[in-house]
């Protein structure tokens, strides 16, 4: 039976003859890894070889594979890799509705349907009736909760945070952060983290690996 879980298989990165990442490890469905390091040391890189989203001048060795498919063939889109950013990243020009109709899972077709699974996603992070708005009228804690449901409704199949949490102040910071881990460790994904914040690393409950 194929390996459950995000496998980062021996996988180096090196930047002009400059060890930046060495890493071995497996992500079980749940379980979230913290990576933590100095700035610089290859960390958004990482994150980037898994998206398939790397700059060529880096070299890289290893194997990345999820439930033991490996993912170096496949285009960024067709890797069904869910990623949270600092930023949000919302579409400032689309609704709170559209950023997460953007997010959906071709697979649920019908406008009913899209717009009943959106107000579903909103309902449950506490945005229900939100889907009309500018994101530029959201707080910074309904922002990451938006960006948390789109990635979600993309149906992932493991998840990426790149310090999500930081833009937050301490106490949404724990409340977002609750909210992302536990829809991580319900929806049994596996989930890289990667953050400057000993806390977020703790929160997560699962290895914490040092590179740099
Ligand atoms: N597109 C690129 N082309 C060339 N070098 C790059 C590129 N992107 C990043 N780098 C370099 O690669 C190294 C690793 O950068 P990376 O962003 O992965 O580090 P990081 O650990 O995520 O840092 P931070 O904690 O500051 O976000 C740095 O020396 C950076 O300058």
Do not use: W, Y
């Not at 319900?186 to 989930?191: H, Y």
């Amino acid at each position: 039976m194929a390996e459950a879980g995000l496998r980062l298989d021996h996988v180096r990165i090196n930047l002009r003859g400059r060890a930046l990442i060495s890493l071995d490890t497996l992500i079980r469905p749940g379980e979230v890894t913290t990576v933590m390091g100095p700035s610089g040391s290859g960390k958004s890189s990482l994150l980037a070889l898994v998206t398939g989203t790397l700059a060529p001048e880096f070299e890289t060795a290893g194997q990345v594979r999820i439930d033991g498919h490996d993912l170096s063939g496949l285009r960024p889109e067709a890797r069904r890799i869910g990623i949270l950013f600092q930023d949000h990243l919302l579409f400032p020009h689309l609704s709170v509705g559209e950023n997460l109709a953007f997010g959906l899972h071709p697979r649920i077709e019908g406008r009913a349907a899209r717009a009943a699974r959106i107000g579903a996603a909103l309902s449950e992070v506490g945005l229900a009736g939100f889907a009309d708005r500018d994101p530029a009228t959201l707080s910074g804690g309904q922002r990451a909760r938006v960006a948390l449901m789109r990635m979600l409704l993309s149906e992932p199949r493991a998840v990426l945070l790149d310090e999500p949490f930081s833009g937050l102040d301490a106490a949404l910071r724990a409340q977002i952060r609750a909210q992302v881990l536990d829809h991580v460790r319900q929806q049994r994904l596996p989930c890289l983290m990667v953050t400057h914040d000993l806390e977020d690393a703790q929160a997560a409950g699962g290895p914490i690996l040092r590179v740099g």
